[in-house]
């Protein structure tokens, strides 16, 4: 008896051994990932942090001296003589501009999204993954490339002008290049897939039987896609725009190619600020606010979201 | 009520149905017509894939039939599609809105036909109450039983007040208790709403305690349709005998007709009176004789068939004798259990075997 007793605590010991070195170890498993998150993502976070608060050096880097001019520049700038204080305009307006494309392109990704991400869903299974990966081929080529082909064909001498000219439809070549509307163009263009992606994974999810309940409650087709299919696709919709709006917010590469400095956006002000303008702490300061304001976009979508769900209950 | 009510709430004439085409053509249904009358319990019973659905959706509007009609009271609805149907639906898998809670799943229909807020309140909660869900009226639908679910759906198929609702299988899911008490729960709502039920089921006892009327279906035909006893009693053809409660089968050649009787002599030589119903009364026919009224004798009694008892199965409420009768016919008889005393017959013993009057029927097929 005593013997078996003894043995048996000494399993459940054991057990529990085990289960905190396991435990342990799959700690230990995912230390590497964690350390390089960590240096990767808080570690640059901190310097630009210090860096903000830090005083420009004549030719870029900064002087360790603590202040908050650059703060300060993000909004306001001196006037001329010095004293007077104005709102630094082109801030602003780079600001406002970068979220408005954002958030157009997120509604032109959806527009254009939606459908092909349910026209994918509602094929049968075999098809459904050569369309999805034909929608994922862009993928394949660097964003450059991509941004290059357009530009190659809307600018001043590119395929649409030529080919528009040609035809007779217009005498002068359209500024196409270097306008928002450009810009819209190259994001929609590179963003889709992120869009069409999360949404064809909610909508492959679907029963459609549901459609049909609809249908038989006397609801029509524009019913039953905005009370039924959009809510459903719900979960979908908001990762998809996520996703989209954040790319667009940040994007660099696209707006400085098609948007050039006349429709600048913030990425590429803060990309000035640290090269031509050597003013880092500007630049960093600017970094930082543009992550706040993704920040708190994303919450406040996901709390309407959440809101307009417990609305239709 | 100065309202002349039609004679059917529904009808559907004549329905063709194929699916597919070439090698995997289906036809669906054949040339199926049924009239449904306003207020009634109507039950298309048949085995799994013998169209109980496809004739369903052609009544809701999903499936355009490929030739035959389908009637509103006198209305040609055939090409209608279902959001102007005032016909709803109790789906198979009940098709909840997930992201609905149960009051806005009633109020579904009501909201889409644009009626007052104040109507819609209203109507749910009696709704509700007709289902017995009040108190869930705000939970979430996945978070209540099965039974629940299809009580909600029913209430939101009825809330809209539809000329028919039209259940598919609604209580294939459920097992045999919640069922029974849904059966009830069923003709209590048929009854108090006054509203025609067309349910599709392939459990033969469901369709006879809940039906007025039934339609038995076979691979896409309409075999019969009649009152529950009709059926019964009067199956018109051996799938009917066989499909609704059990039937032993005898083969035999027409001696005489008297009215609407005929003497049948079967090959063993005995000599049956049989009922004729709708089948042709000369040459060789078929006839049918329930087991419940095969009645077992002393062997050697007057006027019964000599016949062996081969097995004697004990179920409970009865036990079932299997016999052979001296010219080689088998067949079953279900014999109620005494309240005391063992089986009253067994393996191997020998009785005389009798049918009650009126018990053979001749089928016409
Ligand atoms: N959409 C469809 N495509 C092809 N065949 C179908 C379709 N719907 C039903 N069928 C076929 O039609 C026949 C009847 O089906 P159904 O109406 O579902 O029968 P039940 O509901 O009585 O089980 C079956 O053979 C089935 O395979
Ligand atoms: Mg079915």
């Keep these: ?313 | 009520m100065a309202g002349k009510q039609p004679a059917t709430a529904i009808e559907a004439r004549g329905i063709s149905k194929v699916f597919g085409s070439g090698q995997n053509e289906t036809r669906a249904l054949d040339d199926v017509s049924m009239q449904i009358r306003p207020n009634e319990f109507f039950t298309l019973l048949g085995p799994s894939g013998c169209g109980k659905t496809t004739l369903l959706r052609m009544v809701a509007g999903f499936e355009v039939p490929n030739s035959g009609a389908v009637f509103l009271g006198d209305e040609d609805i055939t090409g209608t599609p279902p959001n102007r149907r005032p016909v709803n639906t109790v789906f198979q898998n009940h098709a909840l809105f997930p992201h609905l809670s149960v009051a806005r799943n009633v109020a579904f229909g009501l909201e889409m036909l644009g009626k007052p807020r104040k109507e819609i309140s209203d109507t749910v909660a009696r709704m509700l109450a007709l289902v017995r869900m009040e108190q869930f009226a705000n939970q979430a639908t996945n978070q209540i039983s099965k039974s629940q679910k299809l009580r909600v759906a029913l209430a939101r198929a009825l809330a809209p007040r539809p000329e028919a609702l039209l259940l598919d299988e609604p209580l294939i899911a459920l097992d045999h208790k919640l069922r029974k008490e849904m059966q009830l729960e069923l003709k209590r709502l048929q009854a108090e709403t006054g509203i025609a039920f067309v349910f599709a089921t392939q459990d033969q006892q469901e369709a006879l305690t809940m039906s007025d009327r039934i339609a038995v279906m076979n691979a896409g035909h309409m075999i019969q349709i009649g009152s529950p006893e009709d059926i019964y009693s009067r199956p018109s053809g051996r799938f009917v005998a066989s499909f609704i409660g059990e039937s032993n089968f005898f083969e035999g050649t027409v001696q005489s007709v008297k009215g609407d009787v005929a003497d049948i002599r079967m090959p063993s030589g005995h000599i049956v009176t049989a009922r004729l119903g709708a089948a042709k009364p000369e040459g060789s026919v078929t006839f049918a004789v329930r087991p419940e009224h095969v009645r077992l004798e002393q062997f050697g009694v007057a006027g019964t068939m000599p016949a062996k008892v081969t097995q004697a199965v004990y179920s409970g409420t009865d036990t079932h004798c299997h016999l052979e009768l001296d010219g080689g016919e088998r067949l079953v008889a279900r014999l109620q259990n005494a309240a005391s005393g063992g089986p009253a017959y067994d393996k191997g013993m020998r009785a005389g075997v009798r049918f009650d009057e009126g018990a053979a029927h001749v089928l016409a097929d």
């Design chain 1, 1 to 313: 008896m005593a013997t078996m007793e003894t043995s048996a605590s000494s399993a459940s010991n054991h057990e529990a051994l085990a289960n905190s070195r396991r435990t342990r170890n799959s700690w230990l498993l995912s230390l590497p990932a964690v350390l390089l998150l960590l240096i990767g993502a808080s570690g640059p976070l901190l310097v630009l942090l210090v860096c903000s608060f830090l005083e420009p050096g004549d030719y870029g880097g900064v002087i360790w001296k603590p202040g908050i001019e650059a703060w300060f520049k993000t909004i306001f700038s001196d006037g001329i003589g010095g004293d007077a204080i104005q709102l630094a305009d082109a801030h602003l307006l780079i600001f406002w501009r970068s979220v408005k494309v954002s958030l157009l392109t997120v509604l032109v990704t959806f527009a254009l999204g939606f459908p092909t991400a349910y026209f994918i869903a509602t094929r049968p299974r075999p098809q459904r993954t050569v369309w999805l990966f034909l929608i994922t081929i862009p993928f394949w080529s660097s964003l450059l490339i991509r941004t290059i082909a357009i530009l190659e064909m809307i600018r001043g001498e590119g395929v649409i002008n030529t080919l528009a000219i040609w035809i007779g439809f217009i005498d002068q070549p359209m500024q196409m290049l270097h306008t928002e509307g450009a810009v819209l163009l190259g994001m929609a263009y590179v963003y889709l897939p992120l869009m069409v992606l999360p949404l064809h994974a909610s909508i492959e999810r679907f029963d459609f039987r549901l459609l049909e309940a609809g249908y038989d409650l006397y609801a029509n087709r524009w019913q039953v896609f905005r009370r039924i299919v959009l809510p459903l696709a719900g979960p979908g919709i908001v990762a998809g725009s996520i996703l989209v709006f954040v790319s667009s917010l940040g994007a660099y590469v696209t707006p400085r190619v098609l948007g050039g400095d006349e429709s600048a956006m913030i990425a590429s002000l803060i990309g000035y600020q640290f090269s031509q303008a050597e003013n880092w702490p500007l630049g960093a300061a600017l970094a930082i606010l543009l992550l706040a304001a993704v920040a708190i976009v994303l919450v406040i979508f996901i709390r309407t979201l959440c809101a307009e769900r417990a609305d239709d209950r």
